[in-house]
């Protein structure tokens, strides 16, 4: 059974950064395509960044340039480094797995619980 359990989220000030990360269990962590998405209260689920199996990555323009997403096979972890954070970056992060799809949409199969990120202005 897959399982995803997201970490790391937390308060910051505007200006400051966080990592998250995705443990990930019950498949071939190796072969699967990731992403991020946030959900901020009273809106849509988004997509924030992807990663392909063979480390081909999209980002959304909004954190493009602040956001990095990178993964550790070994580990079985999905991460997402985000610096110079905003307070519209404020949301609940979700980390989520597909066998066969990958990109920004909501299409993938698995999810995790999410990890909350508040930053302040």
């Known amino acids: 059974q897959v399982q995803l359990v997201e970490s790391g989220g937390g308060s910051v000030q505007a200006g400051g950064s966080l990592r998250l990360s995705c443990a990930a269990s019950?498949?071939?962590?190796?072969?699967?395509?990731m992403g991020w998405f946030r959900q901020a209260p009273g809106k849509e689920r988004e997509g924030v960044a992807a990663?392909?199996?063979?480390?081909?990555?999209s980002y959304a323009d909004s954190v493009k340039g602040r956001f990095t997403i990178s993964k550790d096979n070994a580990k079985n972890t999905l991460y997402l480094q985000m610096n110079s954070l905003k307070p519209e970056d404020t949301a609940m992060y979700y980390c989520?797995?597909?066998?066969?799809?990958?990109?920004?949409?909501?299409?993938?199969?698995?999810w995790g619980q999410g990890t909350q990120v508040t930053v302040s202005s």
């Open positions: 990663i392909d199996s063979d480390g081909s990555t």
């Open positions: 019950g498949y071939t962590y190796s072969s699967y395509c």
């Open positions: 989520a797995a597909d066998l066969e799809y990958y990109g920004l949409g909501t299409h993938y199969n698995y």
